[in-house]
């Protein structure tokens, strides 16, 4: 009972501290570089409802972190509502630090500032990971051995792998190749270096269904499966290799499975239902394949090399720019009907992400709230009212004609935008509770 609480609470510590950092990011953004525009600021909350607790700074500016943290702002003098923007003369404001008074390209730099904040969080993030956790190591040196249940790997960390069932190895890459091409996979010949020595050994199967990560909002998420979980059978049939589970799971056409799982000495059954979830193809493109969210672990794992600070920071661009990427070309495949919109995720679904992850270990939970910031620079980015995106549109309307659009059309663009976002945030919600149901 008293384990329960514990992880409940931690599970709550890891949301709000994933949801709050991100915000916070974003409207720290907003915050400092309207600072330096001369822009002046009312208010900085951090979530919304009833105040937990607050303060004021030198500056006259009222800091305070709200009871639901879904969401922020930065409050400008002048107001930075897109609906008062036209109604707002500048000869009749007088406070030269109002935000309406402040330059074209100052008050872009201040609404852009938010998801360029959101970007540099997502670069640090992952720098940091691959400063921690390293770079794999192409040569075909073993950095880690996963021993998993009823069977002992001989293999040792720092063996060089020569050859495979007398299949030359050259990168580390050509072992899961070559083992993915032996049509049996029990009983393999490793040729392996070991300081001077050349050595032989006889190893067993190297792919069992041993459950590295869980994906999350997944059906073996919702059924309660770890990682470290070993599955012996399904449908009480015994498996041996990953590849008999994917077998299962692929014919299941979204019936039951049964599994019957090892977790620390012990068995229990778990009963999940497969579903159709998104992959990306080597292409690029995204298509909808069974799958119950779990992703196996290679025993053999390669040798890590710390990178440099200017190696790493290039991962960093790199991993950021891919999420990007990744983002749009998901988001094009869901317009385009390649993929379901019941993947779409609101603030509870992505509550139970974070939850899920955390369960990863505490790499994988930065990983993800790398993703998350990227996510909310996105989707800030869109050009609708109330967003990032729709104010940068409405000053770039300015500095065409040299002047604000008009108070109708404001109303109507205001009107159409809340109506998209409140309609995508029910739809999302809907998605999320129709998973947490079921």
Request: hydrophobic share 45%; glycine share 8%; charged share 20%.
């Amino acid at each position: 009972m008293f384990e329960l609480i514990f992880a409940s609470f931690s599970n709550i510590i890891y949301v709000f501290t994933a949801f709050s950092l991100v915000i916070f990011i974003h409207e720290f953004g907003h915050f400092y570089i309207g600072k330096k525009c001369g822009i002046g600021v009312n208010e900085f909350s951090i979530g919304f409802g009833p105040k937990l607790f607050w303060f004021k700074d030198s500056s006259g500016v009222l800091w305070k972190f709200c009871l639901l943290p879904f969401g922020g702002f930065v409050k400008f003098e002048g107001d930075l509502d897109p609906s008062s923007l036209s109604q707002q003369n500048n000869n009749s404001i007088k406070n030269l630090n109002h935000f309406n008074n402040a330059t074209i390209l100052s008050r872009a730099l201040t609404v852009s500032a938010g998801p360029l904040a959101n970007f540099l969080l997502s670069i640090f993030l992952f720098t940091s990971i691959i400063m921690i956790n390293g770079f794999s190591n192409d040569k075909p040196i073993i950095g880690k051995i996963n021993n998993t249940p009823f069977q002992d790997i001989k293999l040792k960390k720092g063996d060089l792998v020569l050859e495979i069932n007398n299949k030359s190895i050259e990168n580390f890459s050509d072992i899961i190749v070559k083992y993915n091409e032996l049509e049996y996979k029990k009983d393999i010949d490793f040729l392996i270096k070991r300081n001077d020595d050349v050595l032989k050994f006889n190893i067993p199967n190297l792919f069992l269904p041993l459950i590295k990560n869980i994906e999350p909002l997944s059906p073996a998420s919702r059924a309660g499966l770890l990682p470290g979980d070993f599955i012996l059978s399904v449908n009480e049939i015994s498996i041996f290799t990953f590849e008999e589970l994917k077998k299962f799971v692929n014919k299941s056409n979204g019936d039951p499975l049964e599994l019957e799982i090892l977790r620390n000495g012990i068995t229990s059954q778990k009963i999940l239902s497969p579903e159709n979830r998104p992959v990306e193809n080597p292409d690029g493109s995204f298509k909808e394949t069974m799958r119950i969210g779990i992703i196996g672990g290679f025993a053999l794992e390669p040798e890590r090399i710390t990178p440099n600070i200017f190696e790493a920071i290039q991962f960093g661009f790199s991993a950021t720019f891919r999420v990007i990427d990744g983002s749009l070309r998901g988001l094009f495949e869901i317009i385009n009907g390649s993929i379901s919109a019941k993947h779409i995720s609101g603030p509870i679904g992505i509550a139970h992400a974070i939850s899920d992850v955390s369960k990863n270990g505490f790499i994988s939970f930065v990983s993800l709230v790398g993703l998350i910031s990227t996510g909310i620079a996105i989707i800030n980015l869109f050009p609708l009212p109330i967003l990032d995106g729709g104010h940068l549109v409405l000053l770039l309307y300015e500095k065409i004609f040299s002047k604000k659009p008009s108070v109708f059309f404001m109303q109507i663009f205001t009107f159409i935008g809340v109506f998209i976002l409140l309609s995508l945030m029910v739809f999302a919600t809907y998605n999320d509770l129709l998973r947490i149901i079921l």
